[in-house]
């Protein structure tokens, strides 16, 4: 079983994640993200899975991507993990629509 787990097996979990959201998200407004309990469930945990993935990333690696926000994608974990009931859902429907597509588009 050849199951490395380096850069590229995290790099590659991050993008599936990040595809699953960009599809999942297409054509989806804020009221409807709020209306949709599991929408929104699956769209923090993917977010979640995100961060947890880029925290298992090489130094090396994140360094020759600086453009990255690496510290941005812990922060929005934490707070979604230890702040559930407070997540500001402006700030996550922002994220989904607008940082999710463009962080897809600097890991491909």
Request: no cysteine; aromatic share 8%; net charge negative.
């Amino acid at each position: 079983m050849d199951n490395v787990k380096n850069d590229n097996y995290y790099i590659q979990k991050i993008k599936r994640d990040l595809e699953f959201i960009s599809m999942h998200m297409k054509n989806v407004d804020i009221e409807e993200l709020n209306a949709n309990e599991v929408l929104l469930d699956s769209m923090l945990f993917r977010m979640i899975q995100i961060s947890e993935n880029a925290r298992k990333l090489t130094d090396e690696f994140k360094q020759t991507r600086g453009e990255i926000p690496w510290s941005a994608l812990n922060g929005l974990r934490n707070r979604i993990v230890h702040d559930y009931g407070n997540v500001d859902l402006n700030i996550v429907f922002e994220t989904l629509t607008v940082d999710i597509p463009d962080l897809l588009k600097m890991l491909t």
